[in-house]
Antibody, heavy 119, light 107 residues
Framework: EVQLVESGGGLVQPGGSLRLSCASS????????MSWVRQAPGKGLEWVSA????????YYTDSVKGRFTISRDNSKSTLYLQMNSLRAEDTAVYHC????????????WGQGTMVTVSS | AIQLTQSPSSLSASVGDRVTITCRAS??????LAWYQQKPGEAPKLLIS???NLESGVPSRFSGSGSGTDFTLTISSLQPEDFATYYC?????????FGGGTKVEIK
C-alpha cells in the first residue's frame, strides 16, 4: 500500500524552529518529486515547497523562501521540511504529497501534521 | 504567480442535482489544471488532472473541462458522498497555486 506519514509537528514560539518528516512506503521514493502543502485552520490549501526525485532542484512559495528548507533522504524514503524563523501565519496542518510523473499534481497525500506557532 | 479564483465559494444542492464549479486563472494556460476533493478531517483526493483526465476509481459523474483561463468541474448527479470542499490547482508553472475552494453542502 502506498503511504505517506508525517511527523514532527507541535507547538513552537514565534521565531522558533521545527523539522517535519514524511516517511513513505509502497513506491520507489527516489523516482518521484515530493511536495509540502499546508492548510491553515478553516482555510484552503497552500502549496509550500517541492523537491525533485534526486533532490537537486527545489521550489518554494515566496512567503517561506529563506526560512524553510526542503530535503530528502532517498536511502530512508523520507522527506523533510526544516522550518526556521516561524511566524504565527505558518500555523497550519502540513501535508506531504507525492508528485505524479508528467505533471505536478499530487496523487498521494499524507494525513498531515499540525504546526502551531504561538507564544 | 498564477492566481486561481473559484466560484462559487459555497453552494447548497440536493442529491441528484447537477453541480458546476468554475476555476478562473489570472493568466491563460493549456490544460495544466487539477481538481481535488477534500472531506472534513481528511487529506485531499485527486479527482481530475490535465483539466479533464478522470483519475482511476473516480466515479464517471465527475468531469472536468476548459482551457485558457476558464475551467469547470461538473458533478452530473450529486450523491451523498460528494458533499465536500473542492479545490482546483494549476501546475503550469511554479509557484504551484490552488483556488480558494468551493464547499458543497446539503440543501
Amino acid at each position: 500500500e502506498v503511504q505517506l506519514v508525517e511527523s514532527g509537528g507541535g507547538l513552537v514560539q514565534p521565531g522558533g524552529s521545527l523539522r517535519l518528516s514524511c516517511a513513505s512506503s509502497g513506491f520507489t521514493f527516489s523516482s518521484y518529486a515530493m511536495s509540502w502543502v499546508r492548510q491553515a485552520p478553516g482555510k484552503g490549501l497552500e502549496w509550500v515547497s517541492a523537491l525533485t526525485g534526486s533532490g537537486s532542484t527545489t521550489y518554494y512559495t515566496d512567503s517561506v523562501k529563506g526560512r524553510f528548507t526542503i530535503s530528502r533522504d532517498n536511502s530512508k524514503s523520507t522527506l523533510y521540511l526544516q522550518m526556521n524563523s516561524l511566524r504565527a501565519e505558518d500555523t497550519a496542518v502540513y501535508h506531504c504529497a507525492k508528485v505524479r510523473h508528467g505533471g505536478d499534481v499530487f496523487d498521494i497525500w499524507g494525513q498531515g501534521t499540525m504546526v502551531t506557532v504561538s507564544s | 504567480a498564477i492566481q486561481l479564483t473559484q466560484s462559487p465559494s459555497s453552494l447548497s444542492a440536493s442529491v441528484g442535482d447537477r453541480v458546476t464549479i468554475t476555476c478562473r486563472a489570472s493568466q491563460g494556460f493549456s490544460s495544466a489544471l487539477a481538481w481535488y476533493q477534500q472531506k472534513p478531517g481528511e487529506a485531499p483526493k485527486l479527482l481530475i488532472s490535465h483539466a479533464s483526465n478522470l483519475e482511476s476509481g473516480v466515479p464517471s459523474r465527475f468531469s472536468g473541462s476548459g482551457s485558457g483561463t476558464d475551467f469547470t468541474l461538473t458533478i452530473s448527479s450529486l450523491q451523498p458522498e460528494d458533499f465536500a470542499t473542492y479545490y482546483c490547482q494549476q501546475f503550469n508553472n511554479y509557484p504551484l497555486t490552488f483556488g480558494g475552494g468551493t464547499k458543497v453542502e446539503i440543501k
